[in-house]
């Protein structure tokens, strides 16, 4: 019997050691996957520079549609700043123009140079939400204590699939004053 019990337990080691090398080596293969799939927009990402200013196009508004665009404002944990949208949330139908304003302020006493990133929920829907006018093309600076007014005009394709009644445009502003002064 003995016998038996040290055959089974060295085919439960095998099998152990089996699962944990399939489980790593597929762990070690996610990055490249995922790399693949967001090449052929299965999985789309919002980077620093994918931010595109697109032109003013004259869409036929969809009036039979109404998408809620809500929108959420972050600062990274380093940022000495206050940050607002003018509305948490507006609803727009395809097709149309908004301006939405944002409110920065720099509570610091010295110059600050900040950049806001987006981020979309859900990410497909970002070759959607068009920006025409957007303070995070580019980065801006703050004089101490300085608030700017921050308008961001956008539409939304009237292409967007039906399924998409609720939209979440997300900035986050980062403080790049140290890297600036380091270049």
């Known amino acids: 019997m003995s016998e038996s019990v040290g055959k089974k337990n060295a085919k439960l080691a095998r099998t152990l050691l089996i699962i944990a090398v399939a489980m790593f080596g597929f762990g070690y293969a996610l990055v490249p996957i995922y ?24 869409y036929e508004v969809d009036l039979s549609r109404e998408i809620t665009v809500e929108f959420i404002t972050m600062l990274n944990e380093s940022t000495p700043m ?3 949208a003018e509305k ?11 301006t939405v304003n944002f409110y920065a302020t720099n509570k610091t006493n010295k ?22 006018m957007c303070f995070c093309f580019d980065e801006q600076i703050f004089k101490p204590q300085e608030t700017k007014t921050l308008p961001m005009r956008f539409t939304i394709n009237p292409k967007i ?4 009644n609720t939209i979440t445009l997300s900035y986050t502003y980062f403080d790049n004053t140290e890297k600036s002064v380091k270049k």
């Open 88 to 98: 948490k949330q507006i609803k727009v139908h395809p097709g149309e123009y908004n």
């Open 161 to 164: 699939p039906k399924e998409y």
């Open 82 to 84: 206050e940050f607002r």
């Open 111 to 132: 110059d600050l140079l900040a950049r806001a990133i987006p981020s979309f929920s859900p990410a497909v829907i970002s070759g959607y939400f068009e920006k025409i």
């Open 35 to 58: 790399d693949v799939l967001c090449e052929w927009k299965w999985i789309e990402r919002d980077r620093p520079d994918d931010i595109k200013k697109v032109p003013e196009v004259a």
